[in-house]
């Protein structure tokens, strides 16, 4: 199966690679100042667009990145998530960005859930990380429903090193005894 056909369904979202229609959602996501505070923070459009063809490129190199989070109720693009790991990360990262007005409806940990065990289970990943901001409380929350527990401080690559980042996670291992 080529990475273009990867589809994961929960039972509210569709999870897919990104695709040129996911842009508008994408520009408003990194656009809205609250909504991008910890993932990079507001972008004029054009930078959000090398972003945007960054996370495409990233599924035509490595054969994975964030997938694009489809509400099933609606049909449109409410996010990002899934597996990450840019150059000088510091692991594997299954991340979310969710649009602000689909907040708190818990998608983002529903779609976590099932990048997880795709990463786990198609990649062969060992161990997954969230990198989460100090004051970030909304992800924290989420990445103890998935069972990561703080790992420590980390330190992201250029242009975010300065950045402050907490490093949550768990082991494959972990995983899959939790999810038993």
């Known amino acids: 199966m080529s990475w273009q056909d990867i589809r994961i369904e929960t039972d509210r979202l569709i999870l897919r690679p990104t695709q040129a ?17 910890h993932i990079g923070g507001p972008q004029p459009r054009a930078t959000a667009w090398r972003g945007f063809l960054s996370m495409a490129g990233a599924w035509a190199i490595q054969g994975f990145a964030m997938f694009s989070v489809i509400e099933k109720s609606s049909g449109r693009w409410i996010g990002r998530l899934g597996p990450w790991q840019p ?5 594997t990262e299954v991340g979310w960005g969710i649009t602000r007005d689909a907040w708190g409806k818990g998608y983002a940990t529903e779609g976590a859930i099932a ?19 100090p004051d970030n409380t909304a992800s ?9 527990t703080l790992q420590g401080p980390g330190q992201l690559p250029a242009p975010f090193e300065h ?4 490093i949550w996670g768990q082991s494959r291992e972990q995983w899959r ?4």
């Open 115 to 133: 990048a997880i065990d795709w990463a786990f289970d198609t990649l062969g990943w060992s161990e997954v990380i969230h990198t989460i901001a």
């Open 140 to 148: 924290q929350i989420v990445a103890r429903k998935l069972g990561s």
């Open 177 to 180: 005894r939790r999810r038993a």
């Open 21 to 37: 229609e996911d842009f508008e959602g994408w520009a408003a996501l990194m656009g809205d100042e609250e909504n991008s505070r």
């Open 163 to 166: 950045v402050t980042v907490e």
């Open 87 to 91: 150059e000088g990360w510091p692991g």
